[in-house]
């Protein structure tokens, strides 16, 4: 497994992305294929949301390439959070897709078609699923080890239009063995409730990143114990202590600011030494983070926005 992503990691989030947009390039001639086949407006949704795949896709692509342009004059903190825009139009594009299979499988739950061909359809069905579901897999693999949202975004939302095709076979062959027509229509509406929570799901996601939400639990506590390895108390006081910690993220990056107390004492180079063996710590246990020490003696605290302090 380590290989495996350590392989990953050797691909940008670009090539990832390129890849999706391939691969949603077949699924979409698959897809419309069975529906061409079939008539069914839920194979027909099925191949909607694969049109949606791809320019979500590309608009990630275009989204990756602005987040890797480096510190510039107008951004010195980078573009890193360009990533967080493919998320939300990805989630917007995903609910577009959803009203409109809705409209028109509204149109055929009233007005119900025979269905032709059907096995063609699902076998159809069943090969671009295989190859989504594939792409998602790696695409996860690939997104925790990039941190990227975009990757993520899109692996998501691969999963659900594996998820939306294995409901819509399932409700294609209910209707070629129960004869039901109306069930096509049904399952159409189905895949689009689901996919429209999807599409909410990934613009709340998108939000919470771009008004810098806190680091993952798991990562602050690394981040506490690496500083709780530094403190050190004489008798019932500390001389070495930290405080004002908080975190956030920008796309890829992770930040964490903090003030670190010690005695006044203290030469600034004794003191500056220690902060660089405190943040490479933190380096070491957090790859990529970017922390940011304010020095304090021990007797003087400052104060700032406290309910932003995790």
Avoid: C
């Avoid at 320019?55 to 890193?80: C, I, K, N, R, W």
Wanted: net charge negative; hydrophobic share 50%; no cysteine.
């Amino acid at each position: 497994m380590l290989k495996q992503i350590s392989l990953l990691k050797t691909f940008s989030p670009k090539t990832f992305l390129w890849a999706s947009t391939f691969v949603a390039l077949i699924t979409i001639i698959l897809k419309t294929l069975a529906w061409w086949l079939t008539d069914s407006v839920g194979l027909l949704s099925d191949a909607m949301e694969s049109v949606v795949n791809l320019a979500s896709a590309m608009f990630g692509l275009a989204m990756v390439t602005v987040a890797a342009q480096p510190p510039d004059a107008e951004h010195p903190y980078g573009h890193h959070k360009a990533e967080y825009f493919s998320s939300g139009f990805e989630g917007i594009l995903i609910i577009v897709a959803s009203l409109g299979i809705i409209w028109t499988s509204a149109y055929r739950l009233f007005d119900p078609q025979p269905l032709s061909k059907i096995g063609w359809g699902l076998a159809l069905s069943l090969v671009s699923s295989a190859l989504n579901g594939l792409l998602a897999w790696v695409m996860f693999e690939a997104a925790r080890e990039h941190r990227s949202i975009a990757l993520e975004a899109d692996a998501k939302h691969l999963v659900t239009d594996v998820w939306t095709s294995a409901g819509v076979i399932v409700g294609i062959a209910l209707v070629g063995v129960t004869g039901w027509l109306w069930l096509d229509a049904v399952v159409a509406m189905g895949v689009a409730i689901n996919i429209f929570k999807e599409g909410i799901h990934l613009i709340w996601r998108s939000s919470q990143g771009l008004m810098d939400e806190a680091l993952e639990l798991e990562v602050i506590e690394k981040i506490h114990s690496v500083l709780a390895e530094f403190e050190h108390k004489r008798g019932e006081s500390f001389i070495i202590r930290f405080d004002h910690v908080s975190t956030r993220r920008a796309g890829q990056r992770r930040y964490v600011d903090l003030h670190m107390h010690m005695p006044s004492s203290w030469s600034l180079g004794r003191a500056a030494s220690l902060r660089l063996t405190v943040e490479q710590a933190l380096l070491t246990a957090v790859p990529g983070l970017r922390a940011s020490i304010q020095l304090l003696t021990t007797d003087v605290e400052a104060h700032g926005d406290q309910d932003l302090l995790i």
